[in-house]
C-alpha cells in the first residue's frame, strides 16, 4: 500500500542539551523504586517465569513521599509538543517515557486503598489541567485509558461527542480543533483519515496528541506495545517479534515496527494474502538494520518467536463483506497451536479481538494481552505528564 497522501509532521528529536538531568531522572526513579522493592530499569533485568503469572503479591509498604513533579527534569523535549508518530522518538525519551510509567504503575498497585496516592504529590499532578478527547472513530481502551490516566494523576476531561455535536451540522474538524484547544491543556484526537491528526495539530493552540489516525499510525499503542515487552520479558533487545493479521491496515502494528527499529529485533510478518505490511513500513525497517521475514504459515514463523503480536482482520477498512470473510479465519491462536511456542514467551494483541485468539487460551500465562492493555493507561500518564511538562 502507497504511504497516506497527506504528509503527517513528524515529532522533532529534541538536541539533547539536558542529557545529564535526564540520567538524574532515571537515578530518581530507580531510588524510589528500590525503597518499594522494585528492581532497576533501562534495559530491565530478565524476570523469572513466575512473573508471568501475574501482578506482585509481596507484602504492602508504606510508600515513600513522592514530590509533586521532579524538578530539572522537562529536558527530554516532550514538554508542549504535539505527539503524532513514533518516527523521531529516541532511547532515551522512550526510558523516559518507560521509567516514569513503571513508578506510576509500581504507586497504584502497591497501594490499598488508592486514596494514600492521591494524597501525594505525584497524584496531584495535574490538578487543574483539562484533556480534550475528542474520538471521530470508536474505541474503548484508548478512550477510556487516557480518561483515568488523566483522572489518576488528579486532571479532568471534556469530551466532544461527534453523535451529539456540531459535526453533525458540517462543522470542520479545524474548527472543532480551534475550540476544544480553547477549553483545555491538551487534545486527544482518534480520526478515521489518515493525516487527518497533523491537519488539527497545525491550528491547535494546545498539545494534540495522536490515538489513531485510519490506517496511518497509532503511536501511543506502540508505546504501550513496548512498555509491555519490557514488563514481560524484562528486555526489547535480541528478541523474534511475530507480527500476525491484518497488517496493511493496522495502525498499531505500522506504528510498533517504526518504534522497534530503535531496537536490535527481527520481525515476522504473517497475513492473508493482498494484507501484508505496507512496502514505506518495511522500506523504513531496512534502512534502519532491521532483519525481516514474511511467512505464509503461522506455525511455521512460531516456534522460535518470543513477542506474538496478534492482530484481528479489520471489517470496517474493507470494501466489502465478501472480501472480509475471506481474509478471516487464516491465524487462530488456540491451546493446541501454542504447544509449538516457546514456554518463555508472550502473546500481545492491541485488542479488541475477534477469533484471532481463543478464549481458552487466556488462562495461558503466556496470554499477555489483558496486561498489556492495563500498562496503556500507566503509559499514557506519563506521557501526558511529561507534554504537560509535569515530569
Same mark, same amino acid.
Given at each position: 500500500?502507497?504511504?497516506?497522501?497527506?504528509?503527517?509532521?513528524?515529532?522533532?528529536?529534541?538536541?539533547?542539551?539536558?542529557?545529564?538531568?535526564?540520567?538524574?531522572?532515571?537515578?530518581?526513579?530507580? =531510588?524510589?523504586?528500590?525503597?518499594?522493592?522494585?528492581?532497576?530499569?533501562?534495559?530491565?533485568? =530478565?524476570?523469572?517465569?513466575?512473573?508471568?503469572?501475574?501482578?506482585?503479591?509481596?507484602?504492602?509498604?508504606?510508600?515513600?513521599?513522592?514530590?509533586?513533579?521532579?524538578?530539572?527534569?522537562?529536558?527530554?523535549?516532550?514538554?508542549?509538543?504535539?505527539?503524532?508518530?513514533?518516527?523521531?522518538?529516541?532511547?532515551?525519551?522512550?526510558?523516559?517515557?518507560?521509567?516514569?510509567?513503571?513508578?506510576?504503575?509500581v504507586c497504584i498497585n502497591? =497501594?490499598?486503598?488508592?486514596?494514600?496516592?492521591?494524597?501525594?504529590?505525584?497524584?496531584?499532578?495535574?490538578?487543574?489541567?483539562?484533556?480534550?478527547?475528542?474520538?471521530?472513530?470508536?474505541?474503548?481502551?484508548?478512550?477510556?485509558?487516557?480518561?483515568?490516566?488523566i483522572q489518576r494523576l488528579?486532571?479532568?476531561?471534556?469530551?466532544?461527542?461527534?453523535?451529539?455535536?456540531?459535526?453533525?451540522?458540517?462543522?470542520?474538524? =479545524?474548527?472543532?480543533?480551534?475550540?476544544?484547544?480553547?477549553?483545555?491543556?491538551?487534545?486527544?484526537?482518534?480520526?478515521?483519515?489518515?493525516?487527518?491528526?497533523?491537519?488539527?495539530?497545525?491550528?491547535?493552540?494546545?498539545?494534540?496528541?495522536?490515538?489513531?489516525?485510519?490506517?496511518?499510525?497509532?503511536?501511543?499503542?506502540?508505546?504501550?506495545?513496548?512498555?509491555a515487552i519490557r514488563e514481560?520479558?524484562?528486555?526489547?533487545?535480541?528478541?523474534?517479534?511475530?507480527?500476525?493479521?491484518?497488517?496493511?491496515?493496522?495502525?498499531?502494528?505500522?506504528?510498533?515496527?517504526?518504534?522497534?527499529?530503535?531496537?536490535?529485533?527481527?520481525?515476522?510478518?504473517?497475513?492473508?494474502?493482498?494484507?501484508?505490511?505496507?512496502?514505506?513500513?518495511?522500506?523504513?525497517?531496512?534502512?534502519?538494520?532491521?532483519?525481516?521475514?514474511?511467512?505464509?504459515?503461522?506455525?511455521?514463523?512460531?516456534?522460535?518467536?518470543?513477542?506474538?503480536?496478534?492482530?484481528?482482520?479489520?471489517?470496517?477498512?474493507?470494501?466489502?463483506?465478501?472480501?472480509?470473510?475471506?481474509?478471516?479465519?487464516?491465524?487462530?491462536?488456540?491451546?493446541?497451536?501454542?504447544?509449538?511456542?516457546?514456554?518463555?514467551?508472550?502473546?500481545?494483541?492491541?485488542?479488541?479481538?475477534?477469533?484471532?485468539?481463543?478464549?481458552?487460551?487466556?488462562?495461558?500465562?503466556?496470554?499477555?494481552?489483558?496486561?498489556?492493555?492495563?500498562?496503556?493507561?500507566?503509559?499514557?500518564?506519563?506521557?501526558?505528564?511529561?507534554?504537560?511538562?509535569?515530569?
Amino acid at each position: 500500500m502507497p504511504p497516506p497522501t497527506v504528509t503527517t509532521p513528524q515529532l522533532a528529536s529534541p538536541s539533547w542539551k539536558g542529557a545529564q538531568n535526564i540520567h538524574r531522572t532515571s537515578e530518581l526513579y530507580s =531510588e524510589m523504586l528500590m525503597e518499594l522493592g522494585v528492581g532497576d530499569f533501562g534495559e530491565r533485568k =530478565e524476570r523469572p517465569a513466575s512473573r508471568l503469572k501475574g501482578r506482585d503479591t509481596s507484602p504492602v509498604r508504606p510508600l515513600p513521599a513522592i514530590p509533586s513533579g521532579l524538578p530539572g527534569v522537562t529536558s527530554h523535549g516532550l514538554q508542549g509538543e504535539h505527539f503524532l508518530s513514533v518516527q523521531g522518538l529516541s532511547k532515551d525519551q522512550l526510558n523516559h517515557i518507560f521509567n516514569l510509567a513503571q513508578t506510576f504503575r509500581v504507586c497504584i498497585n502497591k =497501594e490499598r486503598p488508592l486514596e494514600h496516592i492521591l494524597k501525594t504529590g505525584m497524584a496531584k499532578l495535574l490538578e487543574g489541567k483539562l484533556m480534550a478527547l475528542m474520538f471521530y472513530e470508536v474505541s474503548t481502551r484508548t478512550h477510556c485509558s487516557f480518561q483515568a490516566a488523566i483522572q489518576r494523576l488528579g486532571g479532568r476531561t471534556v469530551t466532544m461527542d461527534t453523535n451529539t455535536s456540531s459535526v453533525k451540522k458540517g462543522e470542520s474538524l =479545524e474548527d472543532s480543533v480551534m475550540m476544544m484547544s480553547g477549553y483545555a491543556d491538551v487534545v486527544v484526537i482518534r480520526h478515521p483519515e489518515p493525516g487527518a491528526v497533523a491537519r488539527a495539530a497545525a491550528v491547535s493552540r494546545r498539545p494534540v496528541i495522536n490515538a489513531g489516525d485510519g490506517v496511518g499510525e497509532h503511536p501511543t499503542q506502540a508505546l504501550l506495545d513496548v512498555f509491555a515487552i519490557r514488563e514481560e520479558i524484562g528486555t526489547v533487545n535480541g528478541l523474534i517479534i511475530t507480527m500476525v493479521g491484518d497488517l496493511k491496515h493496522g495502525r498499531t502494528v505500522h506504528s510498533l515496527a517504526r518504534l522497534l527499529t530503535l531496537y536490535n529485533v527481527q520481525l515476522r510478518y504473517v497475513s492473508p494474502p493482498g494484507l501484508g505490511m505496507p512496502d514505506y513500513i518495511t522500506q523504513f525497517a531496512t534502512s534502519q538494520g532491521i532483519h525481516q521475514e514474511e511467512f505464509n504459515s503461522l506455525e511455521a514463523a512460531l516456534p522460535d518467536t518470543d513477542v506474538l503480536y496478534m492482530t484481528r482482520i479489520q471489517k470496517e477498512r474493507f470494501v466489502t463483506l465478501e472480501d472480509y470473510e475471506r481474509a478471516c479465519g487464516h491465524f487462530i491462536v488456540t491451546p493446541h497451536l501454542m504447544t509449538r511456542a516457546k514456554r518463555r514467551m508472550i502473546v500481545l494483541h492491541p485488542l479488541p479481538r475477534n477469533q484471532e485468539i481463543s478464549t481458552e487460551f487466556d488462562t495461558d500465562p503466556r496470554a499477555a494481552y489483558f496486561r498489556q492493555a492495563e500498562g496503556g493507561m500507566y503509559v499514557r500518564m506519563a506521557l501526558l505528564a511529561m507534554v504537560l511538562g509535569k515530569c
